[in-house]
C-alpha cells in the first residue's frame, strides 16, 4: 500500500503548526478564498438580476474563468486549493500533512468571511437583502401573491445532491491536480481550466435539475458558505452542517477509490 | 529579504531620468495609453448605446480582447503596463527603478488625454455630452421624470470597490507579469489574455453589483480616468482623487502580501 | 540607424520589377485580395440586411475570422499583406524593397476590381443598389419620410477617424507581423488571428461611434474601396482620396514611431 | 516543373483499382460522407425550422464544427476527403493518383445516397417534402398567395457562386491540407477546424447574398447533392450538372494558381 510509507506523525505533521512557511502560504489561501467569495457572489448576483434567456449559462461560463483564474494566482503560493473540499481530500490522500490542511481550512474560512465582508461594504442594502449575499441556501423567499413565500430543497434531497457534486468535481478535475504525472504532461494552465469548467458545469447542471428557482446551485465550498452564513447570519444558518457534511462524505469516498484504482495508468496499445 | 539585494540609489534609479532609451520606451507606454483609452471609451459608449440585455458582458469581454493586444504590443518596448498601477507596483516591488516608474506614469497620463482629444475628434457632440466621454465618474446625469436626476456611489463606497478591484487586478493577475518563472512557463500571449480576463472581469462586477445604472465601473486606470478628467473637464473631476488614492492604497497592500508569502514556490509531491 | 545597412538601390529594389517570383507572389496577393473583398462585402451586406440587435458585433466577429484565414493562406506565396496599408509601410520599414511593394498594392488593387466583379455577378440588383456594393462611402443615402435623405460623415471627420484606425491597426497587430522575434515566438496563427480581431474591434468601433447608421466602418484597406468604386462606380468616388490619403498617414507615423523606440526588447528581472 | 517529377503513369495509378488498401481506405470516405449527409442535412432542416433571428448563423457555426470533427475522424484511414473536391483537385496536383481520386468519389457518392436514405428514414414526410431531404437546388416551390411560386436563381448566376465558392474553399482552406509543411506547423485539429470555418461562412455568405429566401446556400460537394437528387428525385435534377460543373471549374483554377505561385514560402527578413 502505497500511503503507509509515510509514518502516522509524518502523516499528521503537527510540527506543521510552528512553520511560519506554512502560515505565509495559508495568507495566499486566506486572500485567494476572499477574492474567490467576492467575485463568485457578485457574478451569482450580477447574472440573477439581470434579465436573460439563461442566467445560469453565463453564470456558469463566468464561475469557470475566476475559477481557474484564482487557482493559477494561489498555486505557486500555496499549491492552489483555495476550498477546503481539495485541502481535506489533499490531506486524506497524503499529498499535504492533515495539520497543513486544518491550516489551509481556517485560512480558507477566515477568506471566506473577508471576502463576504468586501462585497457588503460595496454592494447596495436593496440586493444584500434579495440575494443574502449570494449565500449557500436551500430556501428562497420570494415574494408570492399572498406574500413572501418559501421555496426550496428538503434537506436530504440537498445533502445528497451535494455530496454527489463534490464527488464529481474530485472524480473528474481535481485527480488531475493530484496526479503529477498527468499535471505535468496536460500543463498547468489547462489544469486549472478543467477544474473551472466542471465546477462551472456542475454549478449549471445543479440549478436546472432541480427546477427550482432562486437556489444558486450546488456549493462545493465550504469556506464560501461559511463566509456568507457569518456576515449575513440569519437563515444562511439553517442546513448550514450540510455544506459540510455532504463534501466531507464526497472527500471519503473519493480517498477509497484512490486506494482502490490501480497505480499504474492504463494504456490500450492504439490501432497502427 | 529579497528587495534589500538592491541598493537604495538603484532602487530610485535617478540616472535613468537621463536615459534616452526611457524616453523611448515611454513613447510606446504613451501610444498604448492613448490607444487603449480611445478603444476602451469607444466600446464603453458603443456597447452602452446598443439596444442589448447584457451590454456590460460584451463590454467586458470587448475589454479583455482590447487589453491583451495593446499590452502585447507595448511589452517589448517597455514591458507592457499601460496602466499605473502596474507601473507603481512594478516601482514598488522592485522590478523597474522608481524613476523609470514614474517617467512611465507621466507617459501614460500624457496618452490618456492624448487618446480622449483622439476620441473627441470622432465622436458626434451628441454622444459626448451623454456618456462625458466614458470618463471615470461616481456620479451620472440621468433623465427622470422630474428633469434630471444625479445618481451615483458615495465617495467611500466608490474608495473601498476602487481599492477592492484594483487589489484583485495586481493578486490574480499582474503577479504572473511580475513572477519570470510563471511568466516563461505559462506564456506571453496567455498571461496578458488572463490579464485582460481578470479586468473584464471587474469591470462586469463592478457595473452590476452596485446596481446603479450609468456607472461604468471601476477605474482601475488612473491615467484612462485622468485622460477624460482633462479633456471633458466639469463634474469629472468631482471625485477624481479617488481613482488615484484606491489604486495607491491597492499597491501598497500587494506590496505588502508579496513581502509576506514564500520565495519559493509550494510544490507537492503528488499522489504516486 | 537600422535601415541605413540597407543602401538606397537595395530599398528601391529596382531589379525586382523583372524578377518572375515577385509577379508570381502578386497573384496571390490579387486572389488573396479578390477573396477577401468577396467575402468582406458579402458579410456587410449578409448582416446589415438581416433584422438583428448588434449586426455589427457579429459583422466585426466574422470580418475578424475572415482575415485570419485569407492571411494564413497567401502568408506563405507572398508574405501575407493583401492590403496596400501593410505592403506600404513593409516597405517603408525595409521589410521588403518598394518596388516588390508597389507591385504589391497594384495587385491588390486589381484583385479589389476582381472581388467586386465576382460579387455584381451573383448579388441581386436591387441590394447592389441599396448597398453599392459595400464599397468605402462617407454617406448612406436612407429612405426618410420626405424622400432620400444624405447622411455622413465629414470629410474632416472622416479622415482622421481613417488615419487613426489605421494607425491603431498597424501599432496594434501588424508589428508582430513585421518583428520576426515575435512572430516566431507567438506562432502564426497566433499572429494572424490578432490581426483579424483587430481590424474586427476597429471596424465594429468606427461603425458605432460615429453615430450614423448605415456607415459601414473605417475602410483600413484602400484596394478594397478601390475595387467597389471602380466597378459601382457614382457617390463612391466622392471622398474616395480619404480612403488613400488617411491610412498614408497612418503608416508614415507608424514608421517614425519604429524608429524612434528602442531596437532591442525590453526585459525587466521578474521578482524574485 | 514539379509535376513532372512523376511519370504519367504514377500520376494516373491504375493498379490501385486492384489495391485492398485503397478499397478500405474508400469506405471509411464512405461512411464519412454519409454521416456528413445525414448530418449536415438534418442541422439544414432543423435550423430552418426554428423560429430564430439568423438561423444560417447557428447552421454555418453548426456545419463548421460537424465538418471539422468529421475530416479529424477520417483523415488516419483516407486522408480526410470526404468530398469529391478535395479529392478531384488531390488528384490533379498529384497528391494521390487520379485512380484512388476516383476511387473515393465513387465511394463519396454511395456515401451521400446511404445518408440521404438514413436521413429519409428519420424525417417525417411531411418535412421531406418542405425541404426536399436539404437537397442541392437552385429553385425553392414557396407557398404563395395564388398559389405555390418557385422561386430561385437563374442557372448562370448560380454555375458562378458555385464556382467561386468552390474556389474561395480550396484557396483558402484546402491548400493546408495539401501542403504537408504548412499541416505540420499548424497541427490537424487547427487545419481542420479552419476547413470547417470556411465552408461554414461559405453558406452563410452564400444564402444571404442571394436574398433568395430558402435557397440553402452553394453545394461545394456534389456528393451530397448527388445523394439527395438519387434518393428524393423529382426537381432536384433540374440544373444538378451545375453542382458538378462549377467545381470542377474552381478545381482546374485552383491548379493553375498552384501552378504559377512560386515553390518555395516567402519568408520575409523581419525588421530589425
Redesign the interface.
Known sequence: K?QTAFSLSERLGLDEFLSL?VW??A??EL?GTA?LV??FD??V??TL????KMPNL?LSI?LA??IA??L??V?????GHINPIVSFS?GL????SMSRAIIYIIAQCAGGVLGAL??K????S??ERTFSLAGCTLTVIAPGPEGPVTKGLEAAQAFWLEAFCSFVFLFASIWIL????Q?NSIG??RVFSIIGIVLGLLVFVSTTVTATKGYAGAGMNPARCFGAAVVRGGHLWEGHWIFWAGPAVACLAFYVY?LIIP?DHFHAEGYK
Open positions: 502505497k512557511n505565509r502560504a495568507l495566499g486572500l477574492v467576492f467575485m457578485t457574478i448576483i450580477s438580476e439581470t434579465d436573460v453565463i463566468l474563468i475566476i483564474i484564482l493559477l494566482a498555486d505557486p503560493v500555496s499549491g489533499a490522500i497524503g499529498l499535504i468586501a462585497l461594504a460595496v454592494v447596495s436593496n440586493i493530484f496526479d503529477h504525472r499535471r498547468m494552465i484512490t497505480d
